[in-house]
């Protein structure tokens, strides 16, 4: 579905990524990981076209690279950035209802509101509750929410635990199988390797901006030097 082949980007004259390379296929969830400040967050926004890219970024077999982010979101890609990005002015049932792709007003939708509200049981509690009051991780579930709405067929999510309680945490590891039971493929870049271990069909491992290690969770369990050298703190 994603193949993303000898991309580089730049912030600036600052060159960031150095021909990263790696695949998402159909229905499968594969973690981006390694340390901050090796590339992960700017390999998810050259993806939706939101920094200044070169190389190839295929989504089933159409070009992304050039594309503004509304046109690939179009196109069934979904981002979870780092910064949540709510409205904080509107409800948390508006925020949703914004993400909600037009088609599913006249056709049976993937995702509903009641999915929605019974995966993630406090925003049901405070569906008319301005957004912008809600505590830091409910409005990272209402994020991950408003993007389902969208009917994405991939989901790139920044960073979902950052920052977030334990039972928060807990919900965001509900959200994540909820999306490998539904088919959903997922690129996710965390840094709680305990989540992405477990959930992850494959991993990267990004240092210096590329990509150092690609495998099975279990070789990069039995692969010391690669967490030794590009993971631990």
């Given at each position: 579905?994603?193949?993303?082949?000898?991309?580089?980007?730049?912030?600036?004259?600052?060159?960031?990524?150095?021909?990263?390379?790696?695949?998402?296929?159909?229905?499968?969830?594969?973690?981006?990981?390694?340390?901050?400040?090796?590339?992960?967050?700017?390999?998810?926004?050259?993806?939706?076209?939101?920094?200044?890219?070169?190389?190839?970024?295929?989504?089933?077999?159409?070009?992304?690279?050039?594309?503004?982010?509304?046109?690939?979101?179009?196109?069934?890609?979904?981002?979870?950035?780092?910064?949540?990005?709510?409205?904080?002015?509107?409800?948390?049932?508006?925020?949703?209802?914004?993400?909600?792709?037009?088609?599913?007003?006249?056709?049976?939708?993937?995702?509903?509101?009641?999915?929605?509200?019974?995966?993630?049981?406090?925003?049901?509690?405070?569906?008319?509750?301005?957004?912008?009051?809600?505590?830091?991780?409910?409005?990272?579930?209402?994020?991950?929410?408003?993007?389902?709405?969208?009917?994405?067929?991939?989901?790139?999510?920044?960073?979902?635990?950052?920052?977030?309680?334990?039972?928060?945490?807990?919900?965001?590891?509900?959200?994540?199988?909820?999306?490998?039971?539904?088919g959903c493929s997922v690129l996710l870049i965390e840094q709680k390797l305990s989540i992405a271990m477990g959930i992850s069909d494959r991993v990267l491992v990004m240092?210096?901006?590329?990509?150092?290690?690609?495998?099975?969770?279990?070789?990069?369990?039995?692969?010391?030097?690669?967490?030794?050298?590009?993971?631990?703190?």
């Amino acid at each position: 579905m994603l193949q993303v082949n000898d991309l580089h980007a730049y912030y600036g004259k600052s060159h960031v990524l150095h021909g990263v390379q790696f695949e998402v296929g159909e229905g499968e969830i594969v973690s981006l990981l390694g340390r901050n400040g090796s590339g992960r967050s700017t390999t998810a926004r050259a993806i939706m076209g939101m920094v200044a890219a070169e190389g190839s970024v295929l989504w089933n077999g159409q070009q992304l690279l050039g594309k503004k982010p509304f046109e690939i979101a179009r196109q069934g890609v979904g981002y979870v950035p780092e910064s949540r990005d709510v409205f904080p002015q509107l409800t948390v049932h508006q925020n949703l209802l914004l993400g909600q792709k037009s088609s599913q007003r006249s056709g049976k939708p993937r995702w509903t509101f009641e999915d929605m509200y019974r995966m993630f049981a406090p925003l049901k509690e405070r569906q008319h509750t301005p957004a912008g009051v809600l505590s830091g991780g409910e409005q990272q579930m209402l994020t991950l929410c408003r993007t389902l709405m969208g009917e994405p067929d991939l989901i790139i999510i920044d960073e979902p635990t950052e920052g977030l309680a334990p039972r928060f945490v807990e919900y965001v590891g509900t959200y994540l199988n909820q999306l490998k039971d539904s088919g959903c493929s997922v690129l996710l870049i965390e840094q709680k390797l305990s989540i992405a271990m477990g959930i992850s069909d494959r991993v990267l491992v990004m240092g210096h901006g590329t990509i150092v290690f690609e495998g099975r969770p279990q070789a990069l369990r039995a692969n010391t030097a690669v967490s030794t050298e590009w993971l631990e703190v």
